[in-house]
């Protein structure tokens, strides 16, 4: 994996750093009568028992969920990031360099919000989330700073491939949607990077004993995850209901919960343990980091 340093990805990132005025809002509306979401990660052609209307209407729920969960996340991130900022390591572009990627995760929350409004107003129906914010942000940063980072990594690598390889060339997708996640893969970009290199720190001072237990506590972060994703596929059926006016049966139900929340899994789980960026940041970790990450993934696609 290409090395960076603290320098040149602040460099980069002052070079694509965009406003969230020059995206979002006024005539740059999101289109509802198109997918925002690809069925790699929607996953509603499964349901057999939906029309094609209420397969769109799944979607839009979805990609509503999908990037209210990077909200979430970076609301876990950012006082994280702000950790690491109070220890001099004594490379000067170092601490500059984290203050930038806290002011763009601080922006790309207040982005989400901002779509989550515009969402609700071209919706017409509420759609649920998980929450609240704080009590996730603090059993996720309750664990070892290593199975943070460990946690924090995968989540950026994973964004970096969803765009690429599922969202950027798939011509059937809202471009409006596109594009927000486009502008948000330009900085997390370097993000991604910056917090392989905070691992790298932790791991310049960690025994193996002690990756063995960031290991074990990033697979309790990933527990606790996984919790609520089932929770979220439940609030997403609830609003699926509230947004077609139909109510589904015992038999139906049971399948859309499955269905979507193996879908959940994948997407912010699975799909983050198989990454091939993240899974050579755990090799660098050495002893049976990524083995025992990749042969966890299995239950998570």
């Not at 765009?163 to 900085?187: I, M, N």
């Not at 392989?196 to 606790?224: C, K, M, N, S, W």
């Not at 006016?245 to 139906?252: E, K, P, S």
Request: hydrophobic share 40%; net charge negative; with cysteine.
């Amino acid at each position: 994996m290409q090395q960076h340093s603290y320098q040149t990805l602040l460099d980069v990132s002052k070079r694509v750093n965009w406003r969230i005025d020059d995206i979002i809002g006024g005539d740059k509306k999101l289109d509802f009568s198109k997918p925002f979401l690809p069925e790699t990660f929607a996953r509603t052609e499964a349901l057999a028992f939906l029309s094609d209307r209420e397969r769109l209407t799944l979607n839009h729920i979805r990609a509503h969920g999908y990037l209210a969960m990077f909200g979430l996340v970076e609301e876990c991130i950012l006082p994280f990031v702000n950790m690491a900022i109070e220890h001099d390591e004594g490379e000067p572009h170092r601490i500059p360099a984290l203050q930038q990627f806290a002011e763009e995760e601080v922006k790309h929350m207040e982005l989400f919000r901002r779509f989550r409004h515009e969402f609700a107003d071209g919706f017409g129906s509420e759609c649920g989330f998980i929450g609240p914010p704080e009590a996730v942000r603090d059993a996720f940063l309750a664990h070892h700073p290593m199975a943070v980072a460990i946690a924090t990594l995968g989540i950026e690598w994973m964004s970096q491939a969803h765009y690429v390889e599922s969202v950027r060339d798939d011509g059937d997708l809202d471009p409006q949607f596109k594009s927000l996640l486009k502008h948000h893969w330009q900085e997390e970009s370097q993000h991604a990077r910056m917090d392989a290199l905070l691992l790298q720190e932790l791991a310049r001072h960690a025994t193996p004993d002690v990756v063995e237990r960031a290991i074990d506590e990033y697979f309790e972060i990933g527990a606790f995850l996984d919790g609520g994703l089932k929770g979220l596929a439940q609030l997403d059926l609830e609003s699926f209901e509230r947004a077609t006016g139909r109510t589904l049966n015992a038999d139906h139900r049971e399948e859309f919960l499955a269905v979507q929340h193996q879908a959940l899994r994948w997407t912010f789980l699975g799909s983050a343990m198989r990454n091939k960026n993240f899974l050579a940041a755990l090799s660098e970790l050495g002893g049976n980091a990524r083995a025992r990450v990749e042969e966890a993934s299995a239950m998570f696609c």
